[in-house]
């Protein structure tokens, strides 16, 4: 009887089982069902009922409370200050899609056990979802930065402080700052509230680094330091550093020792220096240089002289370690011999003996700018060195041609014709170098002839440079150095090279000028002219080819032979045509 009992329970309960099984699993399919292409109910959006609405339904609900979330709003309150920030400030708008995707989601994410609790706790208790917000990250970043301008303190650190003779010690001072990242989120998770937009300020306290209690010995250094004079001695000479001068040059630097801060207090070094050069200067004495003079041909050396200075730096470190002491508060200014850069005996063993070429070149007196050039030209190669296997470049010795140099605009050949260019008239000094070369003997690297042929120059022997174009380049293939000396009068200038006598000699010819080609005209109207009378402005020349050959002799033996082209080309003719009525 017990078991039969026993089976109709068992049978009975399973039906139960079943029954509620089906009856949950009934609901749940008429869950899905119902819910297939809308939001499950009990969903809210921003406290707005969206349950068991079509997407196009809800849309037109967040459309609307997006209206009212974008319109408000928020306010930022420390103390008695308030910052005010519009969501359009930030660029904040809400996300239309993905706050649907949002509610949406509710219900159908996870696994199966997860959607059916999650759909069952909806019918029973309403769920909120925040509206997704896009708004723009550096607008916001700009907003927090001027409220933490307002806020923000730096916190002071104790210090030592030192009026007339009495030194004490500042206090210090907490500072604040405030949290810019809980901000931030505070003020986008207002954007989701209706009311009230109202965000606290999070300020924190930001300790200094140096306290009180961290500087009693620092003030004791200090006290040690202007206590009394400092005595600065070199041989029979002395100067007193007074205590005002000490105070005036104390100086402090912040620095951390593991976890801890300090003040590392010193002389100022920039102080001590300057005033050991002012009281020093009667000790110290530049070198010189062993210099070339001239006695007609030949080249007479000038000694050079040792200098003496004072180890500035040693005496610094010295000054301010006695100022820490209470005996022997003097320093010994210690001092070393200064060696000049060329010596009486560098000067010697250069061979910078004698003149071994020259050359002349003239011009006219008339046209001032031009000679102002060439004169500050010849400034510029005056004294040069050219040291055995160097390569001269006039461009990189010269440099740019320009009016901080004092170069001044002057008549130069411009794609045939005379042009007024800023540094016109370099190429004079530069052909009186070529020649100068050229009869030395040496080797010419790079050379180049005026595209005009000038009649006043060394036929077939002018050069013409141009900054970053044409240049004018010579090896001193000797064993000596070489010095330039230049000489210019109103109407001339001068190089000469002084070096070693090594038995050159230099043979030259030129040839006759041929490939002639004509010159074209240009012609220009002259209202100034009357009309029906012309004037010629510039003269044509005709291009030709001429080259000029070289032989150079040491010691009666031929050692070199070359030859310089030059191509000239036809220079135009203007003539000024007349049209005054």
Known sequence: MKQIIEKRWIRTSISIIAAIIFIVVSLGVADAAIYANKVHKGVEIGGVPVGGKTGKEAISDIDKLASVLESKPISIRYLDKT?????????AQVNQDKTLERAFSLGRSGDAKRIIKERLNLWIKERNVKPVFDYNPDKLTKFINK????????????????????VTITN?????????????????????????????????????????????????????????????????KSWSITQQQLTDWVSFNKIQSRDSWGLDVNLDKGKVASYLKKITATIV??????????????????????????????AVDGINDASKTREERYVMLETEIVKPKRTTEDAQQMGIKEKVSSYTTYFSARQAPRVHNIQTLARALDGTIVAPGEVFSFNGHVGPRSASKGYEEAMAIINGELI?????????????????????????????????????????????????????KFKNDSQAHILIKTWTTPSSITINFYSTNQGIKVDYSTSRPSNFTSYPTKYIKDPSLPKGVSKVRDKGIAGR?????????????????????????????????????
């Open 420 to 472: 007024p260019t800023l540094g016109g008239g370099i190429c004079q000094v530069a052909t009186t170098l070529f020649n100068t070369i050229f009869f030395g003997g040496y080797e010419v690297v790079e050379r180049h002839n005026h595209s005009l042929f000038i009649s006043h120059y060394p036929t077939g022997r002018d050069a013409t440079v141009s900054y970053g174009g044409p240049d004018l």
């Open 172 to 236: 210090s001072k907490n500072g604040q700052k405030i949290d810019q990242n809980i901000l931030s989120s505070k003020i986008l998770d207002a954007l989701v509230l209706r009311s009230p937009r109202l965000v606290h300020l999070v300020v924190n306290v930001v300790e200094p680094n140096i306290h009180e209690n961290d500087l009693p010995e620092t003030k004791e250094i200090v006290e040690q330091m202007i206590g009394a004079p400092v005595t600065i001695k070199y041989h029979d």
């Open 83 to 91: 910052w005010t920030v519009r969501p359009k400030d930030i660029n």
């Open 285 to 314: 004495s530049e070198p010189k240089d062993a210099k070339f003079d001239l006695k007609g041909d030949a080249v007479v050396i000038l000694p050079s002289e040792a200098g003496l200075k004072v180890d500035i730096e040693k």
């Open 147 to 166: 409220i933490a301008k307002d806020v923000d303190k730096l916190p002071e650190d104790a210090g030592i402080k030192i009026i007339g003779d009495q």
């Open 545 to 581: 080819d001429i080259t000029a050959y070289r032989t150079v002799f040491k010691n009666g033996t031929v050692v070199k032979k070359d030859k310089f082209f030059s191509r000239y080309k036809p220079g135009t003719q203007v003539i000024l045509v007349g049209t005054k009525q």
